[in-house]
């Protein structure tokens, strides 16, 4: 008998289109419908499932789209600071939801998204593609295998100047997140990986910012581009200390990086020639070990995850997990990140920026898994985004007083290249 495929909904058709890809390929699911107030992102939307075959049922407004019929789950790839807001929706209507990057904008979201999930009892996913990614995944199985003992110390990195591509992720809107968010927030890429990886929770951190490029401001590329790097120092459950930094400092390519050391060995991957993973092991000999340098392979479902090829192959698995945790597989169970994790993830960004702003003060991070810790955060609404924000609004950045307003004329001329379909190339200040 031929089992039904799971009808999944994609929420934003920019970032979406990745996750379109694999649920129009995947043997489990299908793309039932796509929401996006942007109208041209949904005919490429409908093209792209002729392309397949297939039909797509497009909307411009979220609440037709979750009324869609037979919908089973929702994928959220909508801005990065609302995925908790329509989350909730959608767990509230009865739908599955799998959440791009980040689970929330405040510490009130991480606690009103747990709960939503509890009380609704349906699968949760977050789709933090950096922990699949091949040397990630791979430093996942190794440690559990335990080749480098119990991790000491770990660092992550997550480098990507977007000045060049501020048009296009922008579209020359002040408001828009990517301008209004501090390098803080978008946390889990450099940090998500060491959870994953240590299976460790994070109980402390201390932010700590690096320097800002004021011309930057000038040139309309504040946060995105010569912005303040975010750098947290976490302390895990274990007493391991995690450097995690992000953010748009210079370097071409983009750094991905990741180190883990342990009490028998260390693992890390390469900064510059990306793919190569070096592990370090000693057996039992004093400070004398063997050095492994490869490139690894995927390990779960290979087959079907190399057909897809995007930020090295990574996306696959979110969408793979969220789908198999669905369908109650221990694959989904074992590796989907669950709400929990989520939220770990991504509130030691909230809290670093506090301590930033507090002078580099440590902060403790509570466990929302105890429900006894989630009232003292139920009005907690401090961010960077007024109307979520209101009273507690938080400054862009440390020292914000201290730098350039952006020229109104320099989002003019990034909306300018977005119309025309053209990248930043040369600096302009205004
Ligand atoms: N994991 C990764 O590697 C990765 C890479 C890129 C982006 N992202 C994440 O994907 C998400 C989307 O980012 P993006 O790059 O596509 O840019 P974006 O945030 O500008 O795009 C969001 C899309 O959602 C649509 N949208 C937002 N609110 C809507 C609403 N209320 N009704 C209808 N449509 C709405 C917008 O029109 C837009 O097309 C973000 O959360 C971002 O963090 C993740």
Request: overall charge negative; aromatic content about 10%; proline content about 5%.
């Amino acid at each position: 008998m031929q089992m039904n495929k799971l009808k999944i909904g994609v929420f934003g058709g920019s970032r979406g289109t990745s996750m379109m890809e694999i649920l129009l390929r995947h043997p489990e699911a299908e793309l039932a419908a796509v929401c996006d107030k942007y109208v041209p992102l949904l005919d490429k939307a409908k093209k792209k499932a002729e392309e397949n075959e297939q039909q797509v049922a497009v909307y411009e407004r979220f609440d037709d789209f979750l009324k869609h019929p037979g919908l089973d789950a929702v994928v959220l790839a909508n801005y990065a600071n609302e995925h908790a807001v329509y989350g909730i929706k959608a767990l509230e209507a009865g739908k599955h939801v799998m959440s791009e990057v980040l689970a929330c904008e405040t510490m009130a979201q991480a606690v009103q998204l747990i709960e939503a999930v509890e009380k609704s009892g349906k699968v949760y996913t977050y789709a933090e593609n950096y922990c699949y990614m091949d040397r990630t995944f791979e430093m996942w199985r190794r440690y559990e295998r335990g080749d480098i003992g119990e991790v000491t110390y770990g660092e992550g990195e997550y480098v990507h100047d977007c000045s060049s591509i501020t048009p296009q992720i922008t579209y020359g809107d002040p408001n828009h997140w990517r301008n209004r968010m501090h390098p803080f927030f978008y946390c889990t890429h450099s940090f998500g990986p060491l959870m994953t990886i240590t299976g460790l929770r994070p109980v402390e951190v201390t932010g700590i910012q690096a320097r800002i490029v004021k011309e930057a401001f000038k040139r309309g590329l504040g946060s995105l581009g010569g912005g303040p790097a975010g750098i947290e120092m976490v302390r895990l459950e274990n007493g391991a200390l995690v450097k995690s930094i992000h953010g748009g400092l210079k370097r071409e390519p983009g750094s991905i990086n990741y180190e883990v050391y342990g009490t028998n060995g260390c693992m890390e991957t390469q900064r510059y020639g990306q793919e190569n993973l070096n592990v370090y092991k000693e057996d039992g000999k004093v400070c004398h070990g063997s050095l492994e340098t490869y490139i690894p392979e995927k390990f779960v479902s290979p087959e079907m995850a190399a057909k897809f090829g995007s930020h090295g192959g990574s996306d696959f698995f979110p969408t793979h997990f969220f789908i198999q945790s669905i369908l109650g597989r221990p694959e989904g169970k074992k590796y989907g990140i669950d709400v929990y994790k989520a939220v770990d993830m991504t509130i030691i960004g909230i809290l670093a920026y506090r301590s930033c702003l507090n002078g580099g003060k440590p902060v403790k991070v509570p466990n929302f898994k105890n429900k006894a810790e989630r009232d003292a955060y139920r009005n907690d609404n401090a961010c960077t985004t007024p109307e979520v924000a209101g009273d507690q609004l938080l400054p862009l950045c440390a020292g914000a007083d201290q730098l350039p307003k952006v020229p109104p004329q320099a989002y003019e001329y990034i909306k300018q290249l977005f119309l025309e379909g053209k990248q930043y190339t040369e600096y302009k200040e205004f």
